[in-house]
């Protein structure tokens, strides 16, 4: 395994399992029956990996995913176990893996990103100033910045490689990619998932500002996988802090966009390093959120 300075592990090393993808965060074995998913400690943000990583991020990711597959279970999902010690092969490498691993099934990924947003933030809110439409939606006039939508959005964008910026789509062209049938069934899962998860959330004194969520067919089913609602793939804001007219405070990777946005950075790799200041607010986000929604 290869961790940086601060123990966050950059990389995972298993000899005699294959590894099938090293995406931004995870990295991905298989083990014949299934596949193990590993959430490191990297950070992606403009999709660049940055060359130092976030300690324990990898851990908290994987607990927030399974608090939600547990609490949505409802929606089909992808998850077999988070024991890794179930698997004899995995033994040697327990003490890395536990708490940031699952076991899940092999499923056949759709190429797109489906994305609800429930406020007009980010590059949804730039689009909007520009020219009032929103991956093909054309929205009221008056929004102001972090303002509530009347209602969540579906704003699918394609899937990119490592280093490539995602792109919006339409619905249409979502379409185009996966055929009608499960453009909708996305369309609608990923609605019904962002509903939920956002009416608890807000019990919990937490707005979930926008998601995204990723889908795949088992067994010609459409099934949640990857990570699911966590502070890499959501826009959390503790509701007593939020306001409308500018970028609210924020328990998620938002944070360290923001301190990059100050930088003389073209967001191309290589990326900047972190400083250590960074690092700690940014753990500590991450830590926040998992405790505000989870309890743990």
């Given at each position: ?11 995972s ?50 607990q ?19 024991d ?46 520009k ?53 909708t069934?996305?369309?609608?899962l ?24 990723e ?33 609210p ?27 250590a ?7 500590a ?12």
């Amino acid at each position: 395994m290869k961790y940086d300075a601060n123990k966050a592990l950059l990389e995972s090393e298993i000899p005699g399992l294959k590894l099938v993808n090293r995406g931004k965060v995870r990295d991905v074995y298989d083990l014949g029956d299934a596949l193990l998913f590993i959430a490191t400690d990297r950070l992606s943000a403009f999709d660049v990996v940055l060359p130092n990583g976030i300690p324990g991020k990898g851990r908290v990711l994987t607990q927030i995913s399974l608090f939600w597959f547990n609490l949505l279970k409802d929606v089909p999902n992808h998850l077999i176990t988070a024991d890794v010690s179930s698997r004899a092969e995995l033994a040697p490498y327990v003490d890395d893996l536990a708490g940031r691993s699952m076991i899940v099934k092999k499923a056949k990924v759709l190429p797109a990103e489906c994305i609800v947003r429930g406020y007009l933030v980010g590059s949804g809110w730039k689009d909007y100033q520009k020219s009032g439409i929103v991956s093909g939606l054309k929205l009221r006039a008056g929004y102001r910045q972090a303002e509530k939508l009347d209602e969540p959005l579906f704003t699918p964008s394609s899937k990119a490689a490592i280093g490539d910026h995602d792109e919006p789509i339409s619905f249409e062209q979502l379409v185009d990619l996966v055929g009608k049938d499960y453009a909708t069934e996305m369309r609608d899962l990923s609605l019904k998932v962002y509903t939920s998860a956002a009416d608890y959330a807000a019990g919990r004194g937490i707005i979930v500002a926008d998601t995204k969520f990723e889908f795949g067919l088992i067994d010609g089913q459409i099934t949640l996988v990857d990570e699911v609602l966590t502070p890499d793939s959501s826009r959390f804001w503790p509701a007593d802090a939020y306001k409308v007219g500018s970028n609210p405070v924020s328990l998620d990777k938002q944070y360290v966009r923001d301190y990059l946005e100050t930088l003389d950075w073209n967001k191309t790799a290589p990326g900047p390093v972190l400083p250590a200041e960074v690092v700690e607010k940014t753990v500590a986000k991450y830590e926040e959120a998992l405790k505000a929604l989870t309890g743990k």
